[in-house]
Nanobody, 127 residues
Framework: QVQLVESGGGLVQAGCSLRLSCAAS????????TGWFRQAPVKERESVAA????????YYADSVKGRFTISRDNAKSTLYLQMNSLKPEDKAVYYC????????????????????WGQGTQVTVSS
């Protein structure tokens, strides 16, 4: 049973940076792909970034490309999301997720491909 716990959210001004962390426990972290999603008020949850089990394949939504960096440290069982040049439209609850049902070397972009979710961490960006 995999469990995920996010941390690192907060309130920052536009243009600033934050780093989110997602600590995993349970099954070997290096055996599954992971990703970050976000959900803003009255909007659907959307994929932000994703990474394969070994960090070799990456995906970014167009809205964050060039500003956000997803990474993982399998030795520490931790997933990261470095967010730079934050914008007010980045305000949302950010969730990390694990796709533990698959054993391929790719990343996943769809919510339905992820079966384990963290509790979420709030990111607020003031203008």
């Amino acid at each position: 049973q995999v469990q995920l716990v996010e941390s690192g959210g907060g309130l920052v001004q536009a243009g600033c940076s934050l780093r989110l962390s997602c600590a995993a426990s349970g099954r070997a972290f290096s055996s599954y792909a992971t990703g970050w999603f976000r959900q803003a008020p009255v909007k659907e949850r959307e994929s932000v970034a994703a990474v394969s089990w070994n960090g070799g394949r990456l995906y970014y939504a167009d809205s964050v490309k060039g500003r956000f960096t997803i990474s993982r440290d399998n030795a520490k069982s931790t997933l990261y999301l470095q967010m730079n040049s934050l914008k007010p439209e980045d305000k949302a609850v950010y969730y990390c997720a694990a796709a533990t049902r698959y054993y391929s070397g790719t990343y996943y972009r769809k919510q339905g491909e992820y079966d384990v979710w963290g509790q979420g961490t709030q990111v607020t960006v003031s203008s």
